[in-house]
Nanobody, 128 residues
Framework: EVQLVESGGGLVQTGGSLRLSCAAS????????IGWFRQAPGKGREAVSS????????AYADSVKGRFTISSDIAKNTVYLDMNNLKSEDTAVYSC?????????????????????WGQGTQVTVSS
């Protein structure tokens, strides 16, 4: 059974940094991709970034490009999202999702669809 567990959210001031972690378990190979998504109150789900575990291919939303960095530690089965120069508009619940098979293409295109595997989410609040 695939499980995703996020951690690392919290309260930070504008311009600060946070690192989110998404620990994955249950995969039998590295043929999958992880995406980070966020949802602010009253808004729809937004794709933030994604990474293909097998070859490290990454994608970023324009809103976070140059500020966020996604990476993976295959040995730890963990994907990280380093968030720098945080802005108030980054405030949201951040969730990671896993894609396998044909869904890998979608998550690398940052499509905010309902993937099969999701974590529970972690709150990020940026105060001014």
């Amino acid at each position: 059974e695939v499980q995703l567990v996020e951690s690392g959210g919290g309260l930070v001031q504008t311009g600060g940094s946070l690192r989110l972690s998404c620990a994955a378990s249950g995969f039998t190979s590295d043929d999958y991709a992880i995406g980070w998504f966020r949802q602010a109150p009253g808004k729809g789900r937004e794709a933030v970034s994604s990474i293909k575990i097998s070859d490290g291919t990454t994608a970023y939303a324009d809103s976070v490009k140059g500020r966020f960095t996604i990476s993976s530690d295959i040995a730890k089965n963990t994907v990280y999202l380093d968030m720098n120069n945080l802005k108030s508009e980054d405030t949201a619940v951040y969730s990671c999702a896993a894609a396998t098979g044909p869904d890998i293409f979608l998550i690398l295109k940052l499509w905010p669809v309902q993937y099969n595997y999701w974590g529970q989410g972690t709150q990020v609040t940026v105060s001014s």
